[in-house]
């Protein structure tokens, strides 16, 4: 059976909150991965899985633990891509699957972000997650649940 993992640290709570509802509607297993406690509902379907503090941690414990088919919620690019190498399926909060198809060009505009910052140029962080960034995620979400849990 699917699970759903959860890149935890960085996750907005509305998309937790959301995730919450989706384990308990669908009995779906929901596991979150942070470095740091995390509040979640009590559930049989839900559960926390608290990794030690470090660069990339909870990413290497999410790679590890998830199987083929497994999705992942993560803005992370380097996770999704490992996720999607592993047979898994990858959606960042603001709704966007990742995919074979796009994953290469997102890490490459990762890479080349990376090394402006770097070079002393402020990139600016990413925009606040709005309301249509909610709703993009849920909807992209029941989707893909539509199609592989029923």
């Known amino acids: 059976m699917m699970q759903i993992w959860v890149d935890a640290d960085a996750c907005p709570n509305v998309i937790k909150e959301i995730l919450f509802r989706v384990a308990e509607r669908l009995r ?24 030690e503090a470090g660069f990339n941690v909870a990413d290497k414990a999410i790679a590890r633990e998830m199987a083929a088919g497994d999705l992942v919620i993560t803005a992370d690019i380097p996770l999704a891509s490992e996720v ?31 090394e402006l910052r770097e070079s002393g140029v402020n990139t600016g962080g990413p925009a606040t997650l709005s309301q249509k960034d909610r709703q993009a995620f849920a909807n992209q979400l029941d989707r893909f649940l539509a199609r592989h849990c029923r």
Do not use: Q
């Open 84 to 114: 999607i190498g592993r047979g898994g399926h990858a959606l960042n909060p603001r709704g966007e699957f990742y995919s074979k198809e796009n994953i290469e060009e997102r890490l490459t505009m990762r890479n080349f972000m990376d």
């Open 28 to 51: 779906i297993s929901l596991i979150l991965v942070a470095n740091k406690p995390l509040r979640t509902p009590l559930s049989r379907y839900v559960r926390s899985m608290r990794v």
